[in-house]
């Protein structure tokens, strides 16, 4: 069963049930359904209460449905939300917890609603790209004003219960310490012959000079969400809850709801969801692979990396200790994670005691033997083979046996260090992004001889430190790196074809992404791609870049750390303004190598740089480098900051269509640098057979 029914005294008291947060599936409607009807039923029962087992009052619909027929079977949501809202004995909505989404539409569907402190009270569903469809955008304006409402269905954030005072959305919260049903029993039972019942539909949503509001709304709206249709379309509905009756609004809401869950968007927000779910799956680990503890990190190097890396453990109270060649070096890097923590604390999220406390946890050694007794140590030491085989082979020397030996390598053979060390199973690489303590997304590469449950282990971490985790293979960039480098490319011939910087960046922002190549170049420093270059030339000869890049640095324009990139900048301000300097350099070098600048069109630049991603993400998952397509989409979408409402750039490709994908890259193969675009033959097979890298 997934609601349970028992009667205490003269109330009926229906739990749903499903684990974890009771989402509202076919199972548990029914359920719900039958419970209400039962109570209906009973002349004992003369009021109802509705509340939800173990870790929440409902998380909302169970999004599983989504795709399947399930969700259009009967009892729907609607026809929940209809039997409670129309029982003749009152309905009571015991909250606790979590109460989200298709949750909150339960319960603003019943007579009354009483909860606990710190239930977190959201209408989530603009973040999977749909609107509340259950009758949220005209029931919550009811009852916690128009101006509330919109900001929570617009928004999606958790509102936590207290915040709701001075509103009527509940009837009541419990002191802390109460007994939830106890007491939501109690209060049914004084309400019970309470007539006629209150219903939220029939109150109304009073706002003087409405309209102004909502086309203030409107605009700011329609500014800040961009190519992305949902936050505007929750405006519009809720609108409805003012400007049309409730049964048209109602009427609205479902339409605007299925037009929502149709367009690509949403489909893609509701791949990403899955996506993420799917990445800490690995075919060959089962589930119940048995975890090695982590309870102390050690840290080699406190760079860049290596001190963002501490702050994850530490902000997960995992206690770190630093290790470094010189006490000069180490110092500096514990003064900067400390200055990172004073400035959260600053701006007032962290409290002082929990601002002792991390720092606290962080310790600094030049010393090996300190950090014998860690149970995971991350290396994050210059990106060089040699600094690496030296730094592995005393950890191999020296750590407990059961340690986890971790890389933060970008580029180098995870293979290769591991082999420097007598226990490769125990070897795995951990690449973080910069910067570190905010980014999302953490590649787990799988060595050769990575044990299984040093990899489960490894997944199992980047959850505890609020990580996405994503598994891939052994290859030079891996899958993240190994990609963008194609991108880079692109974005360099587009520059000598005829683009300048903020066209290029401009256009691709547009499409969605958060930063276009050049403004990432800047933040991340163009020394960093110069120096992979200089060894690429050597190395492999045949691949082209355009020298626009390498010109750039010659000027010493490293980026935002030099005050002047692809970009001029102003000290203190990281606002990027066009160079005349780096202009005039590109339109030269296109007259030095001979090409005839041309306009090109932002679809074009789009196409390039985002295919190119395609076609190098299609031969990552022909050779087994990931796992699945999904996979490749979670890194972009974590770690890249491509646009999660286009799904990935695997994703975006199928909702393209490979066959058209491919019919442009045939146009661009036919351009200057036409060999980049040879197509992966994993995505030629796939066009033919009509199908995609998600289907
Ligand atoms: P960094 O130059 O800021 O820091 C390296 C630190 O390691 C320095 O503090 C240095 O004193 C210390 N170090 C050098 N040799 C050592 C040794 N033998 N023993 C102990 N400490 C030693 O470099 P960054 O940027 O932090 O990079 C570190 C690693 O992380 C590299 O492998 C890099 O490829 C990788 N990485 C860097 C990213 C970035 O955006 N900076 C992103 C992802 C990975």
Same mark, same amino acid.
């Not at 690509?264 to 779910?277: D, N, T, Y």
């Given at each position: 069963?997934?609601?349970?029914?028992?009667?205490?005294?003269?109330?009926?008291?229906?739990?749903?049930?499903? !684990?974890?947060?009771?989402?509202?599936?076919?199972?548990?409607?029914?359920?719900?359904?039958?419970?209400?009807?039962?109570?209906?039923?009973?002349?004992?029962?003369?009021?109802?209460?509705?509340?939800?087992?173990?870790?929440?009052?409902?998380? @909302?619909?169970?999004?599983?449905?989504?795709?399947?027929? /399930?969700? $259009?079977?009967?009892?729907?949501?609607?026809?929940?939300?209809?039997?409670?809202?129309?029982?003749?004995?009152?309905?009571?909505?015991?909250?606790?917890?979590?109460?989200?989404? @298709? @949750?909150?539409?339960?319960?603003?569907?019943?007579?009354?609603?009483?909860?606990?402190?710190?239930?977190?009270?959201?209408?989530?569903?603009?973040?999977?790209?749909?609107?509340?469809?259950?009758?949220?955008?005209?029931?919550?304006?009811?009852?916690?004003?128009?101006?509330?409402?919109?900001?929570?269905?617009?928004?999606?954030?958790?509102?936590?219960?207290?915040?709701?005072?001075?509103?009527?959305?509940?009837?009541?919260?419990?002191?802390?310490?109460?007994?939830?049903?106890?007491?939501?029993?109690?209060?049914?039972?004084?309400?019970?012959?309470?007539? !006629?019942?209150?219903?939220?539909?029939?109150?109304? =949503?009073?706002?003087?000079?409405?309209?102004?509001?909502?086309?203030?709304?409107?605009?700011?709206?329609?500014?800040?969400?961009?190519?992305?249709?949902?936050?505007?379309?929750?405006?519009?509905?809720?609108?409805?809850?003012?400007?049309? /009756?409730?049964?048209?609004?109602? /009427?609205?809401?479902?339409?605007?709801?299925?037009?929502?869950?149709?367009?690509?968007?949403?489909?893609?927000?509701?791949?990403?969801?899955?996506?993420?779910?799917?990445?800490?799956?690995?075919?060959?680990?089962?589930?119940?692979? !048995?975890?090695?503890?982590?309870?102390?990190?050690?840290?080699?190097?406190?760079?860049?990396?290596?001190?963002?890396?501490?702050?994850?453990?530490?902000?997960?109270?995992?206690? =770190?200790?630093?290790?470094?060649?010189?006490?000069?070096?180490?110092?500096? &890097?514990?003064?900067?994670?400390?200055?990172?923590?004073?400035?959260?604390?600053?701006?007032?999220?962290?409290?002082?005691?929990?601002?002792?406390?991390?720092?606290?946890?962080?310790?600094?050694?030049?010393?090996?033997?300190?950090?014998?007794?860690?149970?995971?140590?991350?290396?994050?030491?210059?990106?060089?083979?040699?600094?690496? %085989?030296?730094?592995?082979?005393?950890?191999?020397?020296?750590?407990?046996?059961?340690?986890?030996?971790?890389?933060?390598?970008?580029?180098?053979?995870?293979?290769?260090?591991?082999?420097?060390?007598?226990? !490769?199973?125990?070897?795995?690489?951990?690449?973080?992004?910069?910067?570190?303590?905010?980014?999302? $997304?953490?590649?787990?590469?799988?060595?050769?001889?990575?044990?299984?449950?040093?990899?489960?282990?490894? $997944?199992?971490?980047?959850? /505890?430190?609020?990580?996405?985790?994503?598994?891939?293979?052994?290859?030079?960039?891996?899958?993240?790196?190994?990609?963008?480098?194609?991108?880079?490319?692109?974005? &360099?011939?587009?520059? %000598? %074809?005829?683009?300048?910087?903020?066209?290029?960046?401009?256009?691709?922002?547009?499409?969605?992404?958060?930063?276009?190549?050049?403004?990432?170049?800047?933040?991340?420093?163009?020394?960093?791609?110069?120096?992979?270059?200089?060894?690429?030339?050597?190395?492999?000869?045949?691949?082209?870049?355009?020298?626009?890049?390498?010109?750039?640095?010659?000027?010493?324009?490293?980026?935002?750390?030099?005050?002047?990139?692809?970009?001029?900048?102003?000290?203190?301000?990281?606002?990027?303004?066009?160079?005349?300097?780096?202009?005039?350099?590109?339109?030269?070098?296109?007259?030095?190598?001979?090409?005839?600048?041309?306009?090109?069109?932002?679809? %074009?630049?789009?196409?390039?740089?985002?295919?190119?991603?395609?076609?190098?993400?299609?031969?990552?998952?022909?050779?087994?480098?990931?796992?699945?397509?999904?996979?490749?989409?979670?890194?972009?979408?974590?770690?890249?900051?491509?646009?999660?409402?286009? @799904?990935?750039?695997?994703?975006?490709?199928?909702?393209?269509?490979?066959?058209?994908?491919?019919?442009?890259?045939?146009?661009?193969?036919?351009?200057?640098?036409?060999?980049?675009?040879?197509?992966?033959?994993?995505?030629?097979?796939?066009?033919?057979?009509?199908?995609?890298?998600?289907?």
């Amino acid at each position: 069963m997934s609601a349970e029914y028992l009667v205490n005294g003269s109330v009926a008291v229906i739990t749903l049930n499903n !684990p974890p947060v009771n989402g509202l599936g076919l199972e548990t409607r029914t359920a719900a359904v039958a419970g209400i009807r039962r109570a209906q039923a009973d002349d004992a029962v003369k009021a109802i209460v509705i509340t939800g087992a173990g870790k929440a009052f409902s998380g @909302g619909a169970d999004i599983k449905e989504f795709n399947s027929p /399930k969700a $259009l079977t009967e009892p729907s949501l609607h026809s929940l939300i209809q039997v409670a809202e129309s029982s003749t004995k009152p309905v009571v909505a015991a909250i606790h917890t979590v109460c989200m989404g @298709g @949750g909150l539409e339960l319960a603003l569907g019943c007579n009354y609603r009483v909860a606990m402190p710190g239930a977190q009270i959201a209408l989530p569903e603009v973040k999977l790209g749909l609107l509340p469809g259950a009758g949220g955008t005209q029931r919550l304006p009811r009852v916690v004003g128009l101006e509330m409402a919109l900001n929570m269905i617009v928004s999606g954030t958790p509102v936590p219960s207290e915040k709701f005072a001075g509103t009527a959305l509940f009837d009541e919260v419990f002191a802390s310490d109460a007994n939830l049903i106890d007491s939501a029993v109690a209060f049914a039972s004084k309400v019970a012959d309470v007539r !006629p019942l209150p219903r939220v539909r029939d109150r109304k =949503v009073n706002y003087p000079n409405h309209e102004a509001f909502l086309q203030f709304s409107r605009n700011t709206v329609k500014a800040m969400s961009g190519a992305f249709p949902a936050p505007l379309e929750c405006v519009e509905t809720v609108a409805a809850s003012v400007t049309r /009756k409730f049964e048209d609004g109602i /009427k609205f809401e479902r339409e605007r709801f299925l037009h929502l869950i149709q367009t690509p968007e949403s489909k893609s927000l509701r791949h990403a969801f899955f996506a993420e779910r799917l990445a800490s799956k690995i075919p060959d680990v089962p589930a119940d692979t !048995p975890t090695r503890e982590i309870k102390q990190a050690a840290i080699i190097g406190a760079g860049t990396m290596g001190g963002g890396i501490a702050m994850n453990f530490v902000n997960a109270g995992i206690p =770190v200790i630093l290790l470094e060649t010189k006490q000069e070096a180490l110092d500096k &890097g514990i003064a900067t994670i400390r200055k990172n923590y004073e400035n959260t604390m600053k701006k007032g999220k962290l409290t002082p005691e929990k601002f002792e406390q991390r720092v606290g946890l962080i310790s600094g050694t030049l010393n090996y033997a300190d950090i014998a007794q860690a149970d995971i140590v991350v290396e994050a030491v210059f990106e060089d083979m040699g600094v690496k %085989e030296s730094v592995f082979k005393q950890l191999d020397a020296v750590m407990k046996p059961g340690a986890i030996l971790a890389s933060n390598t970008s580029t180098l053979d995870v293979n290769k260090i591991a082999d420097f060390t007598g226990r !490769p199973q125990d070897v795995v690489g951990t690449h973080f992004f910069s910067p570190a303590n905010v980014m999302k $997304l953490l590649e787990i590469v799988r060595g050769a001889k990575t044990s299984k449950d040093v990899l489960a282990t490894t $997944l199992a971490l980047s959850k /505890k430190l609020r990580k996405t985790g994503v598994v891939s293979g052994v290859c030079d960039g891996f899958i993240g790196n190994r990609m963008i480098e194609q991108y880079s490319r692109q974005a &360099g011939f587009l520059l %000598e %074809e005829g683009c300048l910087p903020e066209q290029v960046d401009k256009a691709v922002e547009k499409f969605g992404f958060a930063m276009g190549p050049f403004r990432m170049g800047d933040l991340a420093g163009n020394d960093i791609g110069w120096y992979i270059r200089k060894r690429r030339y050597v190395e492999s000869p045949e691949i082209t870049y355009s020298k626009t890049a390498d010109l750039l640095c010659e000027m010493g324009r490293y980026g935002q750390k030099t005050s002047a990139g692809w970009y001029d900048y102003k000290a203190g301000d990281r606002k990027a303004y066009a160079s005349k300097d780096v202009n005039d350099m590109i339109v030269k070098h296109s007259a030095d190598i001979g090409v005839e600048r041309r306009k090109i069109s932002d679809e %074009e630049i789009v196409e390039r740089l985002v295919y190119s991603l395609v076609n190098e993400g299609a031969r990552i998952l022909e050779e087994g480098i990931a796992m699945r397509a999904s996979d490749i989409d979670m890194v972009y979408l974590t770690g890249y900051g491509f646009p999660v409402f286009r @799904g990935g750039p695997m994703f975006y490709a199928d909702t393209v269509g490979l066959a058209n994908v491919l019919m442009a890259m045939e146009k661009y193969a036919k351009g200057r640098h036409g060999n980049a675009w040879t197509p992966a033959p994993l995505m030629v097979r796939l066009a033919a057979e009509g199908k995609g890298f998600n289907s």
